[in-house]
Structures are given as structure tokens and as C-alpha cells.
């Protein structure tokens, strides 16, 4: 694989991983997906889905030029949300990959 094709990977991961921390900072979100009361304060995993979400962003522009990337980019973001909404519809369980960690 080329260092675009693992750029955009790295990308896609972040995208979602962004997300999922985004959601999971969600009291509601993660009693569904934890069982329980968070373990971690809502304000880390807001700044760790963030930084994620921003990382995508730069994995983007080291891929493709910056006309590109920007496009690139908006799409990761809106597969990546509706990846992570259908996951907490369906199977929330799956976002445990994303915070493992229980109380």
C-alpha cells in the first residue's frame, strides 16, 4: 500500500474513533454501551474525540492536495457519524471497542 492509501486509513480510523468518544461523552450513550455511570469525565473524551476528528483532518491533507483532502474529509465525517449512530441503534456493544475499559 501506498503512504496516501495508509494516510486515508489512519483517517477513517480517527473519523471514527472521533465519533465514538464524541458519543460515549454522552451520559445517555454510555449507560447503553458501559452499563453504567462514566468512569472517565466527559470533558477527556470530548477533547479525545476532538483531537481525533482533527488528526483525520491532517491524515486527509497529507494524502491527497488540500482541495482534495477538505472533500476527502467531509465525507469521512458523515460516513463516520453515520456509522457510529447506526452502531449505537443496533449494536452498541460495538462501541466498547472504542473504550473498553469499564468502572
Known sequence: MSEPAWMLVAATLCALAGFAWLALAMDEHWERVQGGAAALPRRALRLLGAAAVVLSLVACL???????????WLMLLAGAALAVALALAWR????????PARR
Open 62 to 72: 497529507r494524502a491527497d492536495p488540500p482541495s482534495m483532502a477538505v472533500l476527502v
Open 92 to 99: 452498541p456493544a460495538l462501541l466498547r471497542l472504542a473504550w
